[in-house]
Structure formats: C-alpha cells, structure tokens
C-alpha cells in the first residue's frame, strides 16, 4: 500500500489520491506552487475571539472555565495554560468511563501541581457497556472509531455543559488538537444552534428497544431548560493557538506535570476501549482510522513526520496481533462479551448524527 511521501496518508483512506510525485491531493490544495503553506485565515479570527471570551469570563459564575480532562496531554497542558498564564479561576472535569491508570495517574499529579478543583463523574457502567456493544455491532458504514467517538463524546461533552450551567461557568474549554472533532462538529466552537436549540440524543438510538427512556435522557439536551437559559460556550482553544503535538509533550515533562515523556504520549494515554474501536476499522478498512487526522497535523506542520512514519506500523502491529497495547482489544471484548466476527457494519452512513 502506498501513503503519501509528504503526510503518509494511505492511498486507500477515501476520497485520496496520489499524482506521479507521490504526494496525495490533500496536500497538494494545501501548499501553493512554492511549497509554502496557505494562509489559514480563520484561525486568525479564532486567536481573537478567544482572547476576548478568556478575559469576559472571569468572575460570572462559580468558576471562570470548565475543562474537560482525560489524562492526555493536551487536556492537562490546557489546565496549565488557563491557570498559570490566564491566571483564570478553572474548575477540571472527568467524566470516568474507561480512562485507563496512566491517564488517571497524569490527572492527579496536574489537579494537584496546580491547585484546581477537580470534578469526578462515574455514570451507569451497564448504560455504557450496553451502548458500546450495540454500536460495535451496529456500526454505521465509517466504522469503528466514528461511531463509538461521535455517540460516545457527546455524552461527556453534555456531561460538561450540564455542570457549567449547574455552576454558572460560562466556558467550556476542550484540549481537542486541530482535527478534533470532525469538522462538520466543530470548527473551533460548537455551534449555538447545537447548543441551545438541539437534542444530543442520537435518532438511531430511539428506534429499537434496546434503550430505556432513562438511559436516553442522559444525552444533553437543552429543550429541558427553562426559555432564557444561558448556555455556556463550547471553545476548543488549540484550533486557536499555535499547535505542536511534540512541543506539548516535551513541555509538559519539563513543567513536571506528567511524570515522563510517556506520560505524555497519546499512545499510552489513549481508552483501553479505543484500541478495539481501532481494531474493527483495520480489519474492515486496511487502515488505521486516525491515520488522517495524524496526516493533517503532519501536513500542517504540527507533528512529526518522523515519529508517525515509525510509530503507526508498529501500533498497526500491536493491534492486528494484540500484542503489548494491542492486548487492550481482547481485553475490551472480554468486559463488553463480545467476539470479533460481532464487529460488524450495518448502518448507514449519519444513522447516528444528531438533528441540526
């Protein structure tokens, strides 16, 4: 299989070719003639914004920010910047469903480093062991990773809204990296209308019968708040602010708030459960399904092309075989009961998509 000389994107991610020079298309509309990358204007736009929303927050409710944290590297680095250079009263928030011992480990060191109160919220583990059986077997036709991720995360992410507006916390602050979520969630901030007008609730979900109307209610929904509720803001501060995925890391081994360089590495930090998620899209697709979002922050200068060159076969390897980290896929069948012939895609594509 061939990848492009530039990203390393595969040939056989969809919707990507590679011209004579070996280079695919994405990367050729992203640099000009000389070589030079384009201008990326709305960025510019965000840097503003977020500026202007960081000093209007302070002092409007319990706390200035909310913010999200997994363990990963960029959650604690955004605890870091918002406190220490902000200097921003943040309240750290975990929703804590298959967060494995490292990332938990990261999280304690950092709250504490820094003094921030931290928020632990462990929701029904039967919901989500039913849920996460019925989409691996349910798939929608982008796989795996799409369809556990963009049910799975707007579950913690209406977890974080409800808390702000419990707390009167005017931002919601996400260490999402450039890429994260897919666009078409998320360009910098949620939209308004996602966030004040629609219900999170997935429409596939209402269909069967295999979900009480107590287990779907804990998706956000804001038509169950009062008329003139104050919403907070959803911002994902990276997609503003200059990026480096290995200038995080090494920064946050300096700062001391992760033990070792990995502590800080996505790789180790990563759900248990992600690693199975992984798993069924290699075996239906043939490749790693965050190999794009690897290849557009390579494209964009803001990792490695070196260290993804040499990491991503040897994930693939441990994956494929469930060796080392890869063991982590027998491990997640084994807590969901499942096998792995029941990895199956049968939806179409949106089936999960919530109703702008």
Known sequence: ????????IPENVPDIYLNKEGICNLCDSYLKKDGVPRKEQPVYNWKSDLEKALEECRNKGEYDCLVPVSGGKDSIYLLHKLKVEYKLNVLAFTT??????????????????LDIPHISFSPSKKFYTKL???????????????????????????????????KKIPLVLAGYSPGQPEPE???YEFSRKLICETDWTPPELYNTDIFTKEELSYFFNPKKYPAGTGFPRYLAP???????QDGIMKNLVKLGLVKSQKQANPIYTNYPINWLLMY????????????????ALIREGKASRTYWKIMTPVVNFMIRNKILLGGNVTSSLKWLGMTAEELKITKPKGAYDPVF
């Open 238 to 244: 990276f997609h503003a602010w200059e990026y480096s």
């Open 96 to 113: 804590n469903i298959n967060i494995p011992e490292l990332a938990w480990k990261n999280i304690r060191r950092a709250i504490e480093m």
């Open 185 to 187: 969630r998320m360009l």
């Open 1 to 8: 299989m061939r990848s492009c000389k530039n990203c390393l």
């Open 132 to 166: 996460f059986r019925f989409l691996l077997k349910n798939q929608e036709e982008r796989g795996a990773v799409y369809t556990v991720s963009y049910v799975y995360a707007p579950l913690f992410e209406g977890d974080a809204i409800k808390l702000a507006l419990e």
């Open 280 to 295: 069924s899209d290699l075996m239906h697709f043939g490749y790693n399904p965050y190999h794009p979002e690897f290849s």
